[in-house]
Structure formats: C-alpha cells, structure tokens
C-alpha cells in the first residue's frame, strides 16, 4: 500500500493501513456472500440462501467498526489533505459494500420466502440469465476489490470501461424474461420477481464501479 505509507506521523500510517486492511477483508466477505447469493437463487439452494442471512451480520459489523475507526482516525489526528482523501474514501468503499451485501441479501430472502407470495423459483432460461449476469458482476466485484487493495489505477479504469457490459447484458437480460410473460402470461408472477432480482445484480455491478472510482479518488484523479 505504497500511498498509504510515508506520512509524516508514523502512527496515522499504521490508523490508515490498518482501515484499508479491514476494508479489504470486509470486500472479501461481500465478495463471498455476492457469489453465495447468486448459486442460491439460480440454482435454488436454501442452505446457502439461510448462510448469506447468518453471514449479514458479519458484513454489518465491518461495517460499524470501520465506520467507528474512520471517526477515531480524524479525531486523534489532525490529518493532512492527502490522508483525509484516503480516509473518506475507505469510509466511501465501505458503504459501496454493505450496499452490495444488502443486494445479495435480497437474492437470499427470496429463496427463503412462501412461494404463495414470493419465492417463485426460476426456470431453466431465467437461471441461466441469473447465472450470467452474476459471473458478470462477480467478475467486477472482484476485480474492484483487486485495484482497490493494490491501489491500481490501470485496473480501476478497466472495471469502470466493462461496467458498459454489465449494463448491456442487464438491459438484454430484461427484454429476454419480458418476452417469456407476454409469451406465457402464467408466467408473470415469476418474471416480475426475476425483474427485480435481475436488478438487485446490476446493482451489486454498480457498487463495484462505485468502488473502483473511489480508488482513482485516492489516487488523485
């Protein structure tokens, strides 16, 4: 962490360090429970839906506790410039992942719920889109987390350049499910909650490019 070294006070670099390292983990953590949430939907898996709920509580402590060394930080030290950039950053990366948690946390309760009123479990097509637009995303989420723990500006900017993608495949994903309904209207019931669900990956894709531009904030750009 080459940008997070070097200060004048010795004792603030390791306070910044030690927020970038816990923001890292916290990414890891999101990471699993996005890939976890989407094998849990696409394939229907409430072992895995009940673990992405038990595991929440895990993201919302990261959470609060980054949160609380974030203000410990600015209140013990009296940082410059560059090392506030940072810190709101790091602050701003945290939220970025709790929201993706909470996406993921939506794909895991409609798993869990009464198919009467949710739940509906997606067909062959739908669990295949599921799956596509989630290994998009993933692939996002892990590469965000990527520049975001090596700091990489080259890296950054690529996840921001293949957020395009995700959009295309959202939009594409969309018009395919929509199809299905006015094919079959016993489908819509279904297909509506696919919707949402469908939205609830772009979204996760959209905190992932929310992460990486909060790297090339560090970085000065």
């Known amino acids: 962490m080459p940008l997070l070294e070097g200060h004048t006070a010795r004792a603030f670099d390791g306070d910044l360090s030690a927020l970038h390292v816990h923001a890292v983990e916290m990414g890891g953590l999101v990471l699993d429970q996005v890939q976890l949430?989407?094998?849990?939907y696409a394939d229907w898996l409430r072992p895995q839906a009940h673990q992405v709920l038990e595991r929440e509580r895990q993201v919302n402590a990261y959470d609060q506790t980054i949160e609380a060394e974030s203000l410990q930080v600015i209140a013990r030290r009296?940082?410059?410039?560059?090392?506030?950039?940072?810190?709101?950053?790091?602050?701003?990366?945290?939220?970025?992942?709790?929201?993706?948690?909470?996406?993921?946390?939506?794909?895991?309760?409609?798993?869990?719920a009464d198919s009467e009123t949710r739940g509906f479990r997606p067909g062959h097509a739908m669990a295949r889109d599921a799956r596509q637009l989630g290994r998009l995303v993933t692939q996002s989420m892990r590469a965000s987390l990527d520049a975001f723990d090596r700091l990489d500006e080259a890296a950054a900017a690529q996840v921001l350049r293949q957020d395009h993608e995700i959009d295309q495949e959202y939009?594409?994903?969309?018009?395919?499910?929509?199809?299905?309904?006015?094919?079959?209207?016993?489908?819509?019931?279904?297909?509506?909650e696919a919707a949402f669900m469908m939205r609830s990956l772009e979204r996760i894709g959209d905190h992932a490019r929310n992460v990486a531009r909060q790297v090339l904030f560090i970085l000065g750009h």
């Open 37 to 40: 949430a989407i094998s849990a």
């Open 78 to 112: 009296q940082p410059m410039a560059s090392d506030l950039r940072a810190v709101f950053a790091i602050d701003k990366v945290v939220t970025q992942l709790e929201r993706a948690g909470d996406e993921a946390k939506k794909l895991a309760v409609t798993v869990l």
């Open 171 to 192: 939009a594409a994903t969309l018009r395919r499910i929509m199809t299905r309904a006015l094919e079959d209207p016993r489908l819509m019931h279904g297909v509506i």
